[in-house]
């Protein structure tokens, strides 16, 4: 998994994943 701001598909739908780098 890589940690980086965006959007990612997750199995319950789209949610937003801040990350350090």
Do not use: S
């Not at 980086?4 to 937003?16: L, N």
């Amino acid at each position: 998994m890589e940690k980086r701001t965006g959007v990612v598909t997750f199995a319950g739908g789209p949610i937003t994943l801040v990350g350090p780098e």
